[in-house]
């Protein structure tokens, strides 16, 4: 198993990722607190199909050679 080293990886100067975390979970929350379970269940549902069809579309960009793709490796 590849051995995942942060240390490559530099922090974004001014980045809080914590308030990141913290705002879109409020987001979301308003975004949901009327639903019922079931409207909830649609609305991950559709969240999931969404970053997954992004993903393929990254990979596909990658597979491709499409430079301004991000190309992240693990050594």
């Known amino acids: 198993m590849t051995k ?4 490559k990886f530099k ?3 001014g980045f809080d990722s914590l308030k990141s975390k913290r705002e879109i ?13 079931g409207q909830r269940r649609e609305y991950f549902r559709q969240a ?3 970053m997954r069809e992004d993903r ?3 990979q596909a ?6 430079s301004t793709v ?5 050594q």
């Open 4 to 7: 995942f080293d942060l240390s």
């Open 11 to 13: 922090p974004i100067p």
């Open 48 to 50: 999931s199909e969404r």
């Open 56 to 58: 393929e579309q990254y």
């Open 61 to 66: 960009e990658q597979a491709a050679g499409d």
């Open 25 to 37: 979970q409020a987001k979301i929350y308003e975004e949901i607190k009327d639903l019922t379970p």
């Open 70 to 74: 991000p190309v992240f490796t693990m």
